[in-house]
């Protein structure tokens, strides 16, 4: 791009000045600590750090099992933190002992006792596929969610938990973490995105079968080894301040940018190599236009201060 062509870009699109930069703290420091889109139970909501949000799985005394309260109030958010415009990254970690214990088997008793109002197999199947289709898009509202997602996991990340982690975009734990890919210890395979997303995860075949197929415990030096996640803290405090600093990170990056980013590696995961580079041509050559183009790179010709980019 030429200096003629970013002078008239960047007349187009005034920087936003310090009393507005000011207002969005106070608009964000307003937000309510419940959450985006309401009250929660099972979740802690709240916004560290400008741009920030940071989730909690919030069932400590039941060491974070995933009830069915839960899967619907982590879809509600993430879905509520997708079209906020204060939110550009997300950190998502669980308040106790453990990151989590899996699903809440006293659901699965209800499931049961449900089922057996009816002897009608038709209907029993088509209950099992809502309620399985309810857990699959709340695991894949992280993976849909426009904003990038960092799981910080600390202790046990057992079932449910595995299938969570690895519908978001980056992970770091604890070095005392440890993950279990557990459901065919209770008798089921995995419906709700392990067994889908854990082999990409990995990037190998064979270890995802093998702890699919035998639920055995990996503890956090093989998790980091292996890919699954890519750093690793010394201990829950150091994790959270970590997580927190990529978030911050990334929040200061230009939303547009940001968010075809996540979209084009989801995309890619997908479809060929041609396929992806076919998908972000048509992304790139709209954002190639947008006002963030122009100040980051007038940013960077000029070495003046980090742009400031507008909400999106």
Excluded at 246 to 255: F, G, N, T, W
Aim: aromatic share 6%; hydrophobic share 40%.
């Amino acid at each position: 791009m030429s200096l003629s062509r970013l002078n008239t870009l960047m007349k187009l699109t005034p920087k936003p000045t310090a009393i507005g930069s000011l207002k969005m703290q106070r608009n964000l420091s307003a937000l309510p600590e419940s959450g985006p889109t309401g009250s929660f139970k099972t979740l802690a909501v709240s916004s560290p750090k400008p741009f920030v949000f940071h989730v909690e799985l919030h069932r400590p005394s039941k060491f974070n099992a995933i009830s069915k309260q839960m899967w619907l109030e982590i879809k509600e958010c993430f879905d509520g933190l997708a079209t906020n415009p204060d939110c550009r990254a997300i950190v998502l970690s669980a308040s106790g002992k453990h990151f989590t214990a899996g699903i809440d088997l006293n659901d699965m008793i209800n499931v049961g006792q449900t089922l057996a109002e009816t002897d009608d197999y038709a209907r029993k199947g088509v209950s099992m596929e809502r309620m399985i289709k309810v857990y699959q898009d709340s695991i894949s509202s992280l993976e849909h969610c426009p904003k990038p997602v960092i799981t910080a996991v600390h202790k046990a990340c057992i079932g449910a938990g595995v299938d969570l982690i690895t519908a978001a975009d980056i992970r770091y734990c604890t070095e005392d973490a440890f993950f279990q890919v557990k459901e065919v210890d209770i008798g089921m395979a995995a419906d709700v995105g392990t067994l889908q997303r854990l082999p990409k995860a990995v990037g190998s075949q064979s270890l995802a079968r093998e702890l699919c197929f035998t639920g055995r415990k990996f503890e956090a030096a093989e998790a980091h080894s292996s890919g699954l996640v890519s750093r690793l803290f010394p201990d829950k405090d150091s994790l959270l301040t970590g997580a927190l600093a990529v978030a911050e990170l990334i929040a200061s990056k230009s939303p547009v940018a940001v968010k075809t980013t996540k979209e084009s590696l989801v995309y890619s995961l997908e479809h060929t190599n041609q396929e992806g580079l076919d998908h972000i041509l048509l992304l790139n050559k709209l954002n190639l236009l947008s006002e963030d183009f122009a100040q980051a790179v007038a940013a960077q010709l000029t070495k003046d201060d980090k742009p400031v980019f507008a909400k999106l």
